[in-house]
């Protein structure tokens, strides 16, 4: 019987505007995640530029190359825990869409939470607190509830991103000085970039970054050399002996 009421029973009135609001935060979303994204590669190629003492004005990439290193930087740092987030998320929809579909199941576990002893500890705790509340707190729980939206765009928008550049530009700068010491340790790999130049001779060297028409090499010992285009003969990648055979 209780399911025959709960069925025939009316639905609530959805609150006008509330789609057309979700629209609007998800619209609204999409340039902040783009503008975050983009300070995030920005902040790492600043530390790595930074680690080498070179100028970052005279070598800042394009914007899709900042974009692309953003996002991809990120999901390589959110490897560890891309599993476990992504298997929770599986539990939570089909835990949800499990109670969706078989009634009887949700009608239980409501009835099991309703006569649990938490749930009565609960319900006792606040009706206490119904009838004898706390003028500052209340004051405080309400002035938190009418700025909920401040709080949450300078949490989302401001502080978040700028956390994420911080810890990326740590990144950034740590990746460049493993790169140096595998570099000073004779364990460069084959595979990066090699240019070939006179004035870089024979010698191992970090194809650090490019511009419009130079580029900045990093040699073993500690010299950073800036070649133009022209001083290049050419730049070839060669795959490790390793994956040739």
């Known amino acids: 019987e209780l399911i025959k009421i709960l069925r025939h029973a009316e639905l609530e009135p959805e609150e006008k505007g509330t789609t057309w609001r979700f629209a609007g935060l998800v619209v609204a979303a999409i340039p902040a995640l783009t503008a975050a994204t983009y300070l995030l590669g920005m902040a790492y190629h600043y530390g790595y530029t930074l680690a080498f003492n070179l100028d970052y004005a005279e070598f800042s990439p394009p914007a899709d190359y900042l974009l692309a290193l953003g996002l991809l930087t990120t999901l390589n740092m959110l490897k560890p825990w891309m599993w476990p987030v992504l298997g929770s998320i599986f539990t939570i929809f ?77 990144k950034g700068v740590e990746e460049a000085q493993t790169q140096i010491t595998r570099l000073e340790q004779d364990k460069w790999p084959q595979r990066e970039a090699h240019s070939q130049s006179p004035l870089l001779g024979d010698e191992p060297h970090i194809r650090i970054a490019c511009n419009a028409s130079h580029c900045a090499y990093r040699l073993k010992g500690g010299d950073t050399l800036i070649l133009h285009f022209d001083q290049i003969e050419e730049t070839r990648y060669r795959p490790d002996k390793a994956t040739s055979k």
């Open 94 to 170: 089909s835990v949800a869409i499990t109670l969706l579909i078989c009634a009887r199941w949700r009608i239980h576990l409501t009835w099991l939470w309703q006569s649990s002893m938490f749930y009565r500890w609960l319900i006792k705790r606040a009706k206490k607190i119904g009838r004898y509340p706390s003028p500052s707190l209340f004051r405080a729980f309400v002035w938190m509830g009418n700025n909920y939206y401040k709080f949450a765009f300078l949490s989302l928008s401001v502080l978040i991103p700028v956390m994420g550049a911080l810890w990326f530009f740590v």
